[in-house]
C-alpha cells in the first residue's frame, strides 16, 4: 500500500515564486493537469528511467524532483526503495497516490518546492530529475542546484534528463551541453553526459535529450 501522504513544514504555495515556465506559459504547474494530461505525462516510466532502473541506477532513498503523476517515482519504488516523488502540482500528486494505491506500491508523495528542498528535512542516496532541470532558466538553475545540495551528501547521484538543442524537433527549453555543465558547482562532479530521448505526448518519436549522471562530492 502506499504511505501516508505527507507535506513538509511550510506549505510550498505559500510565497513561493512563480517559475519562468509558469510566467511563459501563463499558468501554474498545476493548472497543466486540470484538463486531462499535462504534454509532458505519457501515462508511464519514461524508457530513459526504465534503463536506468534496469542498469542498477538507483540505490538507497529515492528522490523524485517534479514527479508529476508518479509513473517515474512508482517504477523506482517497485524495487523495494524507499522512494519520495515532490512536485508543486496538487492534482498531479493526487493522481500519483491514487496509482500507487491501486497498484499496492510503496511510494511517498510530498507537496514540495524544488527551490526549498531543505524544508523537506531529509537526505537521499539518489535524485531523479526527469523533465525538471530544462524548465528553469539560468538563475534559477542556481537556485535548484544549492537546493538539491541540501538534501544530498557527498557521495550521492542525481540523475538528470533534460531536452537538449542537439536535433532538428528540439522540445520546449531546450538545453546545451556547456548550459548544463555550467549549473554545476564546485560540490557537484558530472560523471557523464550523453544524448537520451525524452517521450511526450506532442511527439511520436520524442525529443533529443541529455541523459546526465552527477555525483555529489
Not at 63 to 73: H, P, R, S, V
Not at 110 to 133: I, N, Q, S, Y
Not at 143 to 148: A, E, R
Not at 184 to 211: C, K, Q, Y
Request: some cysteine; overall charge negative.
Amino acid at each position: 500500500m502506499s504511505r501516508r501522504p505527507t507535506s513538509p513544514a511550510g506549505h510550498p504555495s505559500d510565497h513561493r515564486r512563480q517559475t519562468s515556465h509558469e510566467r511563459q506559459a501563463g499558468q501554474s504547474w498545476d493548472a497543466s493537469y486540470h484538463d486531462g494530461p499535462a504534454p509532458w505525462d505519457i501515462g508511464e516510466p519514461q524508457p530513459a528511467v526504465a534503463r536506468l532502473v534496469t542498469d542498477g541506477g538507483f540505490t538507497g532513498a529515492v528522490l523524485d524532483a517534479g514527479c508529476g503523476t508518479g509513473e517515474n517515482t512508482l517504477r523506482v519504488a517497485s524495487l523495494g526503495l524507499p522512494v519520495l516523488g515532490v512536485d508543486v502540482a496538487e492534482t498531479a500528486l493526487a493522481i500519483a497516490r491514487k496509482k500507487a494505491a491501486a497498484r499496492a506500491i510503496d511510494a511517498e508523495f510530498a507537496l514540495a518546492d524544488a527551490f526549498r528542498l531543505d524544508r523537506l528535512g531529509r537526505t537521499f542516496e539518489t535524485v531523479l530529475d526527469c523533465g525538471l532541470f530544462h524548465t528553469f532558466d539560468a538563475e534559477e538553475r542556481r537556485d535548484y542546484v544549492t537546493s538539491l545540495a541540501s538534501v544530498t551528501r557527498p557521495g550521492a547521484t542525481l540523475h538528470i534528463l533534460c531536452f537538449s538543442d542537439v536535433g532538428p524537433e528540439t522540445g520546449p527549453h531546450p538545453v546545451s551541453e556547456e548550459e548544463l555543465k555550467a549549473a554545476f558547482d564546485s560540490v557537484w562532479n558530472i560523471t557523464s553526459i550523453s544524448p537520451e530521448t525524452l517521450m511526450a505526448r506532442f511527439t511520436t518519436d520524442g525529443a533529443p535529450a541529455w541523459r546526465a549522471t552527477i555525483k555529489r562530492l
